[in-house]
């Protein structure tokens, strides 16, 4: 079992930085993945960014490449996504989420564990 609480989200004008912290706390290993989802009405809740254990693989959707960085701290089992340039369309709920699983995943059926949620608002 593992929890995850993620603190960050906020209101931010276009063009604007935040970055986004997840704390995973309970049953961990060294075998995961962490990733970052993002939710809306129009889309649903997709896959933002990820990471594994060691830090050697990540992807990124096109949208994101260049603007989003993740990265994390193994010693505090903390996920990072540092948001730079944001865009209105970043608007969205954002999930930190904990794969079990020695490689990455795509979708949120690939993710075991899930925080509750930080709303990130990006005005125009």
């Known amino acids: 079992q593992v929890e995850l609480v993620e603190s960050g989200g906020g209101l931010v004008q276009a063009g604007g930085s935040l970055r986004l912290s997840c704390a995973a706390s309970?049953?961990?290993?060294?075998?995961?993945?962490m990733g970052w989802f993002r939710q809306t009405p129009e889309q649903g809740r997709d896959l933002v960014a990820q990471i594994t254990w060691s830090g050697d693989r990540t992807s990124y959707t096109d949208s994101e490449k260049g603007r989003f960085t993740i990265s994390r701290d193994n010693a505090k089992n903390t996920v990072y996504l540092q948001m730079n340039s944001l865009k209105p369309e970043d608007t969205a709920v954002y999930y930190c989420?904990?794969?079990?699983?020695?490689?990455?995943?795509?979708?949120?059926?690939?993710?075991?564990?899930w925080g509750q949620g930080t709303q990130v608002t990006v005005s125009s």
């Open positions: 309970g049953r961990t290993f060294s075998h995961y993945a």
């Open positions: 989420a904990v794969r079990n699983r020695p490689d990455l995943g795509y979708t949120r059926y690939d993710y075991e564990y």
